[in-house]
Structure formats: C-alpha cells, structure tokens
C-alpha cells in the first residue's frame, strides 16, 4: 500500500491486469478490498505491473521512455 501512496495511485493500478497471471485467476478486483489485493499481489508477485520505479518520493509503473528519462535526469547528482 505504501508502494500505491508514492505514486498517488491506488493498490489496485499495481495489478496488471493485461498480464499472463492476471488472464490465469481472473481476481474481481472491483469486489477486493486494497488489504486483499495487497496479499493478492505478495501470493502471486508476476501479476504486478512491471517495471516500477522509485525514488520514494514518486513513482513510475510500467516503461515510457521519456517518463524514465526525466526521472533518471532529476535523480542524476549534479556537479
């Protein structure tokens, strides 16, 4: 869930819902609590989206080039 706040997103936008493992159980996620989704997501980690990145300020889920680039670029030391 802390994972979900960074973003400002909530837990259920960590589910990829296009994945293999989410076709496979097929979880209703309209009717799951954020707790539920949460042990959803420990008991079966291949149906987060992938990649996530962090600085534990903010979050980026799933690959934009150009999103990953500014963030990189912010994140960069500064001489």
Same mark, same amino acid.
């Given at each position: 869930m802390d994972l979900a706040r960074t973003g400002g997103i909530s837990v259920t936008q960590l589910v990829n819902t296009r994945g $293999?493992?989410?076709?496979?159980?097929?979880?209703?996620?309209?009717?799951?609590?954020?707790?539920?989704?949460?042990?959803?997501? $420990?008991?079966n980690p291949s149906i987060m989206v992938r990649p996530i990145l962090t600085d534990g300020a903010s979050l980026i889920t799933g690959f934009r080039e150009a999103e990953y680039r500014a963030f990189l670029d912010r994140a960069a030391p500064r001489p």
């Amino acid at each position: 869930m802390d994972l979900a706040r960074t973003g400002g997103i909530s837990v259920t936008q960590l589910v990829n819902t296009r994945g $293999q493992t989410y076709k496979k159980i097929r979880p209703d996620l309209a009717a799951m609590g954020e707790e539920d989704i949460v042990r959803l997501i $420990q008991d079966n980690p291949s149906i987060m989206v992938r990649p996530i990145l962090t600085d534990g300020a903010s979050l980026i889920t799933g690959f934009r080039e150009a999103e990953y680039r500014a963030f990189l670029d912010r994140a960069a030391p500064r001489p």
